[in-house]
């Protein structure tokens, strides 16, 4: 024909992740920012790293001209730094969704139709919607320019990563992205487990700025509590969560490199005692109420910065503490 057909982008690399995760590849990433035609644009590299950011690998590539973030501004060096922080962060969910794929053919990244078979509504948004693993819901920013974008949110509840936000699917809702920051919920009732928010690599390195995991024997989780839950990291630390009628239990069990936790838990949703939960104690002894979760975050020892329906529980050494 006489028509020039255009194919490629972000859009189609997000249909790929989708269609190799079904097809048997646990393991598998697009370049950020695309290959080929030169260099993207600043809001194409950085939406575009959104979605790398949340699936199993996150790397950058392409021909011809750089793709490196620091070759545009400042602004899109310290986007794209908050991104690899996110996928570095999430490094302990993304081990175990591949340790699953591993033992069980489940895929890494789940269309949504796969995932929620009866619902009639992810059809229409299996392109540039989908599962995370069991627990993360991501609809990526495709249209250029676009500062917002209608999201189908699947069967459940769905709770915002960066907002006190809970959504009770199926439901379409026009949901409001800044660029930089991805349309990410978590799945009401779901513990996932990650590193420290300071965490550079994984890896050995000597640059004395770059803060190694090895330097952080601090585990985290990120929850939101409705029924039973847990997680285990890669070294064999175990979190696991206890909803009872009479309050909310966290265990923590180390392994070879966790020495303690800090576990931010949403408790609004909860199903065992639903009267207002007030205090932390592990054994007979109370534990310390701290004035903010930075003053969590530097303790040494075990305590918890609770917020309402909102807390930070740090847990130091193998330890069951009941909030209640």
């Given amino acids: ?117 009866s619902d009639p509504g992810a059809a229409a948004f299996a392109d540039d919607e989908y599962m995370l ?23 459940g509840d769905w709770a915002s990563f960066t907002l006190n936000t809970i959504v009770s699917g199926p439901v379409d809702e026009t949901w409001t992205a800044p660029l930089g920051t991805p349309i990410l919920f978590g799945r009401v009732g779901a513990l996932v487990p990650m590193l420290a928010a300071d965490v550079d690599t994984l890896a050995d390195a000597t640059a004395p ?3 190694r995991a090895a330097d952080r024997p601090t585990l985290e989780a990120r929850g939101w509590t409705r029924g039973p839950a847990s997680a285990s990291f890669d070294d064999g630390s175990q979190i696991a969560i206890d909803d009872a009628s009479q309050g909310v239990g966290v265990t923590f069990l180390p392994g070879a490199f966790g020495r303690a936790i800090v576990c931010t838990l949403d408790l609004k949703s909860r199903q065992g005692k639903t009267s207002q939960l007030t205090h932390v104690s592990s054994g007979a002894t109370e534990l310390p109420a701290l004035a903010s979760e930075a003053a969590v975050r530097a303790s040494s020892g075990s305590a918890y910065f609770l917020d309402g329906d909102s807390i930070v529980l740090r847990l130091s050494g193998a330890a069951t503490a009941w909030i209640e």
Avoid: C
């Avoid at 996150?58 to 908050?82: F, K």
């Avoid at 990526?140 to 209608?150: E, F, N």
């Fill in 133 to 155: 693993g069991p627990d993360l819901f991501v609809a990526p920013v495709v249209t250029a320019g676009a500062t917002d974008r209608k999201v189908h949110f699947p069967p």
């Fill in 209 to 211: 700025a770059v803060v």
């Fill in 1 to 117: 024909g006489t028509g020039t057909l255009l194919v490629g982008g972000l859009p189609s690399a997000i249909v790929a992740a989708q269609t190799l995760a079904v097809s048997g590849f646990p393991s598998f990433g697009s370049d950020t920012g695309g290959f080929r035609h030169g260099a993207p644009t600043k809001e194409a590299l950085v939406r575009w790293a959104e979605h790398t950011a949340l699936s199993v690998v996150m790397q950058l590539g392409g021909g011809g001209d750089t793709h490196a973030p620091w070759a545009y501004d400042g602004e899109t060096v310290s986007l794209y730094r908050n991104l690899a922080s996110l996928h570095t962060r999430l490094e302990p969910y993304l081990s175990s969704i591949l340790r699953e794929a591993e033992t069980k053919g489940t895929p890494t990244i789940r269309p949504l139709p796969l995932a929620f078979p």
